[in-house]
Structure formats: C-alpha cells, structure tokens
C-alpha cells in the first residue's frame, strides 16, 4: 500500500523489534518487511505471544502424565481425562495491562478471552475463578497517599464489574478463586481468570488448518479498530503514558459471546469442522499463522472479505485487532452450508475468507494484492528465545525481635484485612450458582462443582501466597502447589492437575528473571512432588509501575476429583459438641506472615518451608479421614495461621459457633507464635466426639501428628495456652471478617 | 403432557429448566427457539433466565418481540400455564402478561444470594402441591411457608403503582414475598428494593407465574435447596389436570 510509513529504525523500535530481530525477519522474509508484515511479526513474536524470554523455563514443567490427553502448549488449552469417557479442558490467563488502565472492560474481556479458549477445544465451559490482586483499599496518609487508595478501590470495583458483567451474562458461574491487596500492586493489579469446560474425549478439536482447499471462515463479531496490538502492549512495562495506550484495550460483548459460544459448539457437533482458533491476542494474525503452522499448511485469507465494523481500515489494523468474539474455522470441504444455517440461525455475522494450501505462506491479500506473505511456520514458531541473565537476590534475613502485640487485637485486625476478610461483596456481584452445579458456595477452601451431564464432581482452587514468593521465590512457588492441593484435598478431591499464570516484572532486569526461574523452578518441582502436571498457562511480564515490579506472582490453579458427593467437605464447624482436631505440627514459623505484616508493618523474614514428605501424608490423612465418613469440616491453616483458621471455621458457615481450644501442651515460646504462625501441611478438621480418638489414631497410624485442640461449643472463641487465656465473641470477629471489605468500599 | 423452555438468544438458566423438568420430573420436555411461531403443542411454558438479547436496553424489552412470543400471549390467554423466572419474569412484565416492571436493584448492585420465599398464596396453580424431598421429607404447601431459593439478577426490583399494588393484594396475586429465616417481611430481607417484597406474582387469572429466584437450582441436596421442587410439582400437577380437561392430545398422560 503506497500510503504506508516507511521501515524506519525508529519504526521498527517503536514496534519493540530489536535490530538482530529485524535481521531475523530480513533473512525469513529474503527481503526488508512492509508495515503490514512489521506489524505482523511485532504482536506474534512479542512475549505474550511467543513467550520468548520464557520458553526455556516453562519447558522445565513436567507436562505429562496419567490422562492427559492434550498437553500444554499444544493447543488453545490443555486436556485431561475425568473418567467413563469425559474430559475437562481447563486454563488460566491474565488480563494485567489492560485492567490497569481501563479495569472494567479490561476484566471482561480477560473473561471472554479465556471462556474462547475454553469452547475452541470443543468443551462447554461450565465455570470460572478469578485471582485478582491489587494495591491497599485502606488505610491513611497524605492527599496522594488517599488518592492513590481511591484508585485502586476504583481499580478494584472496575475488574469486579467488569467479570461480573461478562460471566453473569454468558451464564458462566464464577464460583472462587483470591484476592490479595498488598503495596506492590498498587499501578498495576493483576486480573487472572481462569475458566474450566468439560467435553467427550471424541470431542476434542484441534487448531490446525487442516485439508488443502478446505475453506476458511470468520465468524463471529466484526472486526474494529480496537485492541490494536494488545498483545504487544501487554509486552511492556506499564508507564504514566500507558493510559495512552488506551485503544489497545478492547471492547467486550458478552451477549455476542453467548451466541458464538452455542454457535460454535452446535457446529462442532455438526461434524462440519475440520479445525478451530479463537481470536485473541493478535487476533486474525495469530489465528491463521498458529492454525497453517500446526498443521503444517498455509492459509491464504482476503481482508476484503473480513466482516468490518468501520470502512476504511488499513491491512495493518484488520490483521492486528483485537476485537473481541472472533473465531477462525477450518471447515471441511462441502458442509460450507452446515456453517451459513447455524451463524444464520444464530444472527452472527460469519464469512468465507480464505482457503487452506499446501505452500505454508500465510498470504494475506485485499482483492487481488498482496499484502503479506510469510512462511507461517517461521512466524509462529521461530521468535527469538532469549535466555536472560538472572541475578540472584539476597537470601531473606532473619525476623529478629518482634515487639508484643496483644492477641486480643490481633485476630479481629487479621480477619478485617482484606486479604483475609470475607470476600462476600465481590462473589454476591458474580452469578455463582447458574448452570445449577455449584456444591460449595464461594469462601471455603476450594469451590466445588457438579457436571451434571458427567456426572462429576471437580473442585477447584488458585493459590499464591506472594509474602513467599516476593522474599523466597522458589519455596514460596513450591507452597502455592502445595496449598492449592491441600485446599483440594480439604474439600474431599484428589488434586489431578495444574493450570499456572506467571505474573512477574520486566525480565530484562536480571533481579526479575531470577525470582522467574526460581518460581517455575519451584513449581516444576513441587508439580512432580504432588502428580500434577502443568497442562497449560500463561506468562505475563512487564508487569511494574514506576514504583517498581510487582512481587513475583505465580498463580497456581488446580483441579481436582471427588469421587462421591459425600466426601464434599466444607470449611465451616457443623455442630456443638463435634471434637477440634489439628492435623500437622502446631508450628512456630512467623517469616513472612500476614500477622507480620499487618500487626507489625513487616514484609520480612524466612517464610515457612515445605517438606513435601509431611505434606502428602498429611492431606492423604484428611483425604482418608473424609473417605471413611469422619469429617465434619475441614480446614487448612494459611494466611493468618492456626488462631485465623479457627476463626474462620467458627464464622463462615450459615451459623455461628463457638469453640473452647486448649494449647498449653503446644506452647513452646511466643504466644503471637503459637497463634498466628503460618507454618505448612497443618489441617484443622472436626469430627463427632465419639469418632475423636478413632481419628487421631488413623493420623498417627498414618505417620501424620495430630491432636485434639478442643470443641465445639458457646458463643466465643476461647483460647488457652498455659497461663493465657483469650477469648473473642465470635458475632463480633464475624462483623469485622464479613464487613470489612464492603466498609472499606463505601467509605470512598 | 408437554414443557417448552423458550430460548431466547442470550438464555442461560435454559439447560437447567431443561434438566430439572425433564429428568428430576420426568417430563417431556422441550427447547423452542425464540423464532419458532407456536408453542400451541405444549402445555406447559417456562421462559427461563438469562439476558435475552443482552439486556442492554431494558431487560425483556427486546425479548417481547421475539417471534414465539405471540404465541406464548395466545396460549396465555386460552389458559395455558406460563412461567417465567428471572429474566422470563421480566419478559412477561414487558409482554404485559405480568403487570408491573422490574428495574434496577436498590443496591445498584448484581445480587447472588440465596434468600427466603414465604408462600403467601397456597391456592395458585403454581404453589399449592407436596413434594418428597430426597430424605423423604414432605414439603407441603402453606401460607407462610418459607422456600430457600437463589436470586441472582441486576434488576429484579418490582415496581407497579399503588393500584397495581393494591389490585395485587386484593387479588390474591402475590405468590412468594422476600423474608427472613424467621418468616418476618423485612427491608434487610429484601435483595432488591422490590415494593412489597414481592419476590413472584400471577396474573389476574392466575396462569401466568414470574418469580426472580430460580427454583431450577434449588432441587438437589447437593445446592443445599430441594424448595424449588414444590413449585415444579405444584406447576406441572396443574398442567395435567389442565390437559387432561381441555386438551385430547395428550390422553397417554
């Protein structure tokens, strides 16, 4: 096109290609580029899309394993096996850059973005998490200290708006997942999704452009000028100009989803497809060179016959828009038909726009010109792959001397933080109980969901303590897996599998690249410790404000089995009079704990290690204990310890109980110590008194320490440990737990 | 006897009206497409929740003008029992088979909770039955009965003008009201704003039903509610006296 800029050093750095990448491109090419094709290889080999600072750590995941049907990498999303003929696909993907400059749609499109790729593999998705982490929503200071917190409670209500707003529409429950709320996220939150579909394993759909001559359809919504390179503006540190950078935020439409999602899926059930690709980041460049490359084929498409939302866009902003509810289908040669009467009936714009070949170039043209023409497979598979320099961080010293704090204030100021409080006035906001399968309502340890038309029962959690991570990144990684399948396996499941979203700074920074390969490191370890392999994720870099990177944050998502509906088990206490058990060791860890930091303004010291050993015995203890019908709730000890946990089980269930606990035999120290440490592989069960010493001994019997802390009964928390006795009314500890959050959002 | 659960695009309650009437109860049941021009077969008609067309004007506004609806208004008015839950209640007061509107929250908030439904008329076509829940337990209909149902809507406020209102409660015509777990009608009770309390009503005739909480998710242990079951069994009991008395077709009932 003769209008186009010239290739420019300055062009082809503001497009974030490096001088030896540009001679890459020369040397695929045999020739210099045209700013279609800059553009082109821009969004594909920018690191959301070619993860090239990345690949050579995430190959250290262990990937395979029993029922995994398709790995991680392989397509839109990985595939595992549930049994008698079915199948879940499952992912998780962040939504980091855009939610910090425009949250509610930059949420909502993360949603659509993840539930595309969930139904691209031919699952129906049937629900959602979501791990959102912001700056501090309290708390005091001078004028731009308060207005820093009024923004990030406007950040935080946005993306909570913006995921209900598209997951309440398409009908998608959202039934768990985290929030945090911590300094390091203040300019630039995080906003993982995560979204789960089940599927026959027959029906499985791949994304290759396979069968020369097969025709290629657009169908879907029609393309704009919005999201214009997304991919590579999520592939760079966010900036006080980034709001500039508005338009790359695209626009979503959940209603528009909802139809392309049973569209979609009524045409994989007609047989009529014979490959399938959302388009998301980098839309209908990624689409047709990722389809042509795993196929092995090429895709020509004419941009003449794309459906557009506004007349006159240039070749450069069709093929790199980021319009939302897009899909690219490979259609099977002669059921072209089978595709009209379905989007027809479905009044979604759909078009015949190009044809399968044999000569592997993605050729792109407008009529009869052509516009772009590269060797897909080079394209999608041949990005540069740094390895970056990493540079270790100083191991975290030591806590040293703590003042006293008085128990008595500290529980009620833990439960009111609101990474710990009740998250009720978020999940009240998100539909979590449409497609009527939601077992465990949001708040307990993992969410819990019935597939009808499986009959499956799948649990589910996402975890990151980034205290961890932030001062050990490597054990902080191994005790996100491990929580995530101790979470599971409280709710009665065995843990199957892990989606990962790793969530870090600018890896050209060696400190940054670092805490990355020690986390996956970390991961990699404790996924193969546990039989989870990782069966997809994403990677998010760059994610740093001018105050800095963010703490590394590898979000762990993992998804388990429950073989019947009675070893469903929640949190909360289910009767006065029922036995307080602790499963694992009292502990007496307090580095990098959230009483540490919210008691005594810390983030420091050694965080808590993982010594797997303990940790399989002690959840395979739980999961035994369930299966012979002993528990009546059960609970891990994390954020806030044991004195947290307790609370919790005593406030978080429809009623309210109270509890008489005795630990003068596991006072060894520090009361502070004994109450809020945050030490692992610790589970706090109950069980009717009769059943008590039956359930102890299957602990021990199973090499597993366990004690009985106390019972159920009253209307306080009552705790006592050789000469202290505390004691917390627990309609008040609730209060302050349930309402915090909510008070905290109505105050500004 | 014969269910139609009515997808409009954007349905999404749809599958589990489907899978409650048609395997909980057994019931022949049926997906009609939002531009089909009769439901005349059936005899029962659910238009499930969901945001039909969006929402993005007024929620049900666009709906009323689908295609099946002229039927769905013909059948109405020959008598044939018609109900709508969530967005479908919304649709019907659109439709102007339901009177009344429902609008935004109070809270200005989308509200998921489960809440209480106290059963203030035990006479209608839709609410007067007994139910075995799974354990055994009878649930058997009376005034003041309290039913554990989710809501889960952005716009389930009821309005109507104080005639409307009155007409209401003179007719009888408020099936279900927003209430503590004690029985009491409270402001704290109410997840919407709704006037009343009203959580569902009948038409005049009492054959068509809109309710906002979602009775389909309340009928296995496993959600933690079976209440949905008596309204499912109260609507479908009615559906075959109806049939048996007016309609030939379905005599193998």
Known sequence: ?748 | MKAAVIRFPGSNCDQDCYHVLKNDFGLETEYVWHKEASVEQFDLIVLPGGFSYGDYLRCGAIARFSPVMRSVAAEAERGKLVMGICNGFQILCEARLLPGALIRNNSLHFVCEHVFARLENMETAFSHAEVAKSDGKLLTARTGLLLRMPVAHGEGNYVADPETLRDLERNKQIVFRYSDARGAITDGANPNGSADNIAGIVNRTGNVFGLMPHPERACDPLLGSEDGKLIFQSVIESAGKKTKVSSPISKRN
């Open chain 1, 1 to 748: 096109m003769n209008n186009e800029p010239a290739i420019t050093p300055e062009l082809i750095a503001k497009h974030g290609i490096t001088p030896d990448e540009f001679e890459r491109i020369r040397s695929i090419l045999g020739r210099d580029p045209n700013f279609t094709e800059l553009g082109i290889f821009s969004v594909m080999w920018s690191e959301h899309c070619s993860y090239k600072n990345s690949k050579p750590e995430l190959r250290k995941f262990p990937t395979t394993g029993k029922g995994v049907l398709v790995k991680a990498g392989e397509e839109n999303a990985g595939v595992i096996d549930i049994g008698d003929g079915w199948a879940i696909a499952f992912k998780m993907e962040s939504h980091n850059h855009p939610s910090a400059i425009e949250p509610f749609q930059g949420a909502a499109t993360g949603v659509g973005g993840i539930i595309r790729d969930i139904f691209t593999m031919g699952a129906r998705p049937v629900f959602s998490l979501n791990s959102l982490r912001f700056g501090p929503i309290s708390g005091n200071g001078d004028d731009t200290r308060k207005a820093a917190i009024a923004h990030n409670r406007r950040l935080f209500a946005g993306v909570v708006s913006g995921i209900a707003h598209y997951g309440n529409c398409i009908g998608i429950p959202t039934i768990g997942g985290e929030i945090y709320f911590d300094e390091s996220y203040e300019g630039n939150p995080l906003v993982n999704v995560f979204c789960l579909g089940v599927l026959r394993h027959e029906e499985i759909a791949r994304g290759g452009a396979v069968g020369i001559g097969n025709p290629v359809f657009y169908v879907g919504a029609e393309t704009g000028r919005d999201g214009l390179a997304g991919a590579a503006f999520a592939s760079r540190d966010l900036t006080e100009e980034s709001k500039q950078d508005r338009p790359a935020v695209q626009v979503g439409d959940p209603f528009r989803e909802k139809l392309l999602l049973e569209a979609c899926l009524e045409l994989l059930a007609s047989g009529a497809v014979a490959g399938i690709q959302d388009m998301g980041a980098a839309g209908l460049t990624c689409s047709t060179c990722e389809t042509a490359s795993r196929a092995g084929t090429g895709v020509e498409i004419d941009l003449e016959k794309v459906p557009k939302r506004e007349p006159g866009m240039t070749p450069y902003e069709i093929m790199l828009s980021e319009s939302q509810e897009r899909m690219l289908i490979i259609v099977t040669k002669g059921q072209e038909q089978t595709v009209r009467d379905i989007f027809e009936k479905w009044d979604l714009p759909y078009a015949e726009v190009g044809v399968v070949n044999d000569d592997g170039m993605m050729r792109v043209r407008v009529g009869s010109d052509i516009v772009a023409e590269i060797p897909a497979h080079k394209l999608a598979e041949d990005a540069p792959i740094y390895s970056r320099e990493a540079t270790p961080r100083p191991a975290p010293a030591p806590l040293g001397p703590l003042p006293d704090a008085d128990p008595i204030a500290a529980l009620p100021a833990l439960l009111a933080h609101p990474s710990i409080a009740s998250k009720n006035w978020v999940y009240r906001q998100y539909d979590h109980m449409v497609r009527a399968g939601t077992c465990v309502l949001p708040g307990s340890d993992a969410a819990v969901f019935l597939v009808r038309e499986a009959n499956k029962i799948l649990a589910a959690s996402s975890d990151c303590n980034a205290f961890y991570t932030s001062l050990d990144p490597r054990e902080g990684a191994k005790i996100a897996v491990a929580e995530s399948a101790r979470n599971l396996s409280c709710s009665g499941a065995v843990p199957l599998a892990v989606t990962d979203n790793l969530n870090f700074g600018n890896p050209y920074k060696p400190e940054n690249f670092w805490q990355l390969r020690e986390c996956v490191e970390g991961l990699a370890e404790a996924c193969r410790e546990f039989g989870t392999p990782v069966v997809g994720g994403n990677v998010s870099l760059y994610n740093q404000s001018p105050a800095g990177a963010v703490d590394p944050t590898p979000t762990v998502g993992m998804v388990g089995l429950i073989e019947q509906a009675s070893h469903i088990t929640t949190q909360a206490f289910k009767a006065a009079g029922d036995a307080i058990l602790l499963l694992g060791d009292v502990g007496n860890e307090l580095g990098g704990s959230h009483y540490v930091k919210v008691v005594h303004g810390r983030k420091a010291g050694i965080p808590p290690r993982l010594d797997y050993a303990k940790e399989k015995a002690v959840q395979a203890a739980v999961r035994a204990l369930i299966r012979m019908g002993f528990v009546r709730s059960a609970h891990d000890c994390s954020e806030g310890g044991l004195a947290v946990a307790l609370a919790e089980c005593c406030m978080s269930g429809e009623a309210l109980f109270g509890a008489e606990l005795d630990l003068s035999a596991a006072l060894n120290g520090r009361a502070d110590e004994l109450l809020f440490n945050e030490s692992q592989s610790r589970i706090v069960i109950s069980v009717r008194r009769e059943n008590a010493s039956a359930a102890l001994s299957l602990a021990h019997w199973q090499g597993v320490p366990a004690r009985r802390l106390g019972f159920i009964g009253g209307e306080d928390l009552r705790i006592k440990a050789g000469d202290h006795a505390w004691s917390w009314p627990v309609s008040e500890l609730r209060e302050k737990w349930w309402g915090s959050i909510r008070a905290s959002m109505e105050q500004g």
